[in-house]
């Protein structure tokens, strides 16, 4: 980082609201040429308490992004706003189209500064008229005004923002097709992350995603503003992955907090579980600290930025496919199926919804639809196999005479077995997982996913034992790859398998289900890809297996 003066900021704030924060402290420690103490006194808050410290290093993060060749600057600003410390009226700029109605948070600036963060977002639309989709940015602009001297300084800080072109930096979405994949990554993360918290969620929320499409204006709209300052400097350090840490955090202590509470769990309208997360995000400070927060946020294990990354292009594919590029109504971005069309001989529509809620969000778009079950094409592997080839993922559901309900979410086509000639070879990705309804529903998901240092191991057993060419890295799954063949015994992704003489989902040490031939026969136990326990009886016999592939509401 070079090192930049330190600038006269503080012109556009309240400072009867900022508490102990000093407005005339000595700046201190600005530069840093070592990355980890830089990421050390971002996450402590070691500029929290001086104003102008908390400048001078913004200034240097911001003048050290790379950026296109043509990004405006000050200069720009002055010669099409003007410069103005001064009183400007909100209501002469226009809040752009692409911010969505979300109104400027106050952030502890004057009253009259509001107007000032109006001028510089009327100005970012002219100059990036590429921009279709970007709610966060008024919560950014209002932040960046803080530690600007003017508004052109603001401009130029958020242009530079906008105009970031580091490969696989990410910084702001800037579409709707951006922003709306990013919510059902977010959802995704959540589902595997937070399942205590995603669990309250389908509970208490006619649609989960809609819940989840506020994720970023927790972080950047509703955390008052001691909290949001402290997520802006590690934000502006290490990037986009940091938002997704702060929700999750959020959310967990919300379940906390309900949890505490609340007892009994009655479904409601989104919109007022939306409400209910808004006001607990906005009065945060009575139960957690900002500490606190960015503690609980790194000490989630999350994926590596290239496998969210994957993740968010996968979802992003998946809204192309479906022609979901610009805005449109709720109901065709929902996530429900819909009980009308909706009839299994194995679980009700309830039931269904609430797994449809485990699956990742790029699928939970589509509607069930019936490809097997044994009560129509009867009990025999290669009708299974001629009825469900093609399709993937798919979801398998069985029945026991016993009257126990357990299943699988599986997602790479089954056709894929042929890969490993005779031989019975694993394949899939670490999307797969397995459940149980009974005594209660239970998800049980690929043990990397709690345990990410099992990860490597899985990795380099991949690599040393599959001869299959590497895949293309835009088709792989977020989890590894999507094949795994010829694995030991000890392997922790032996996913899915099958061969003319049964069905195997999930391998090591045991089988999570064990299918035969007849389809009449099963058994359950441990295995080490999904370190469950025995999802019914160890020892089965099937009364109706069912396996449902994933409509495509928006083309049908």
Known sequence: MTEVMAVDCGVFVDWSQ??????????????????KELKQHARSGQWAKNHSQRSAVYQQLLKALPCRTVTPDAAV??????NSNSKRNPSAYTLPEFVDGTAVPCYCLKAESVGSVHAVLSCVAGQFPDISHCPSLPAVTALLLHWSADEAQCFESVSRMLACNEPGRRLLDQTFLAYQSACMTFGDLVHKYCPAAHKLMVATATDVLEVYSDWQRWVLGDLPFSFAARVMDVFLVEG????YRVAL??????????????????????????????????NIGKSVTPDKLLEKAFSIRLFSRKEITLLQLANEKSLQQKGITVKQKRQNVHLAVNADNFSSEIVSAKEIRDIWSWIPERFALCQPQLLFTTSTHGCSLNRFYSHCEGYEPTLMLIRTIDG?????????????????????SFFGTGECFVFRMKPEMERYEWVVIKHPE?????????????????????????FLSTRHFNLNSRNTSMFMA????????????GNALYIDSELNHGRTERCLTFDNPPLCAESFQIALLEVWGFKDTMTS
Request: net charge negative.
């Open 454 to 478: 099992l990860a490597n191991t899985a990795q380099s057993a991949d690599d040393e034992q599959t001869s299959e060419p590497a895949a293309d890295p835009s088709q792989l799954s977020p």
């Open 18 to 35: 900022m508490g102990d924060v000093s407005r005339d402290a000595a700046p201190g420690k600005t530069e840093y040429k070592d990355l």
């Open 240 to 243: 986009y992955k940091v938002l």
């Open 498 to 509: 099958g061969n003319v003489d049964s069905i195997i989902i999930g391998g090591g040490e």
């Open 77 to 82: 600003y002055r010669d099409i706003v003007g």
């Open 249 to 282: 955090a959020i959310l967990k202590f919300y379940r906390k907090q309900r949890a505490a509470t609340s007892s009994a769990l009655t479904k409601q309208d989104s919109a007022a579980v939306r409400r209910d997360i808004q006001v607990f995000v906005q």
């Open 404 to 424: 126990e309900v357990c299943g699988a979410f599986l997602s790479t086509d089954w056709e894929e077995r042929k890969r490993g000639g005779n031989k019975l």
